[in-house]
Each structure stands twice: as structure tokens, then as C-alpha cells.
């Protein structure tokens, strides 16, 4: 059974078990947000929970580790304005280096 999760306003679909940020990368979706300075894109890097680089918004929840949660039917991702969402990557704290 595929669930059906939003990303964006558009669907995305996802296997059972697969992580939300696995979901993206089958969808061709290689980035979800960018960094506050430089609007630099971000995606998956690690892949194992190490690093901050695949922050997203699920449910209203930010900062979530995309390579972490687990995908489930429904969800909604990347829409709260904040990580995930933000064009000018307003949501991301911790790149700090200069553009």
C-alpha cells in the first residue's frame, strides 16, 4: 500500500517503511529548503540523522530530520513558512557562515 503524503501542494507518494526524505529523492525531489543566507538549496546530505541538512516542516511540526521520519499517509510537508517552506530560508538557525 503507497501512502500519499503533500509536498508543496503536490503529491508525492511513498512506500511503507520509507523515510520521508527517501520519498522525496524517488520523487526527483532533490532539495526542500534553502539557507538563510545565500538561499542556498538543502536536501539530503548525510542520510543517517547527523547532520541538519534535510530539515523539514511535517505537520505544522519544524525542524524536523527528513531522513528520520518515518512517511506516513497524508502528511503534509514543507508549509508552514518556516524550514521547508521558506524561499529565503528563514527557518534555518544554524547555517551561520556568511553569503
Excluded: N, Y
Aim: hydrophobic residues 40%.
Amino acid at each position: 500500500m503507497t501512502h500519499q503524503m503533500t509536498f508543496r501542494g503536490a503529491a508525492v507518494a511513498a512506500q511503507p517503511g520509507q523515510s520521508v526524505a527517501a520519498a522525496l529523492l524517488a520523487a526527483g525531489i532533490t532539495d526542500w529548503r534553502t539557507t538563510r543566507k545565500g538561499g542556498r538549496p538543502r536536501g539530503l546530505f548525510c542520510g543517517i540523522g547527523v547532520c541538519f541538512d534535510c530539515l523539514i516542516t511535517v505537520d505544522g511540526v519544524p525542524d524536523q530530520r527528513a531522513c528520520l521520519v518515518t512517511a506516513a499517509e497524508g502528511m503534509r510537508l514543507g508549509d508552514d513558512g518556516r524550514t521547508g517552506a521558506s524561499p529565503d530560508g528563514a527557518g534555518d538557525r544554524r547555517d551561520t557562515r556568511a553569503a
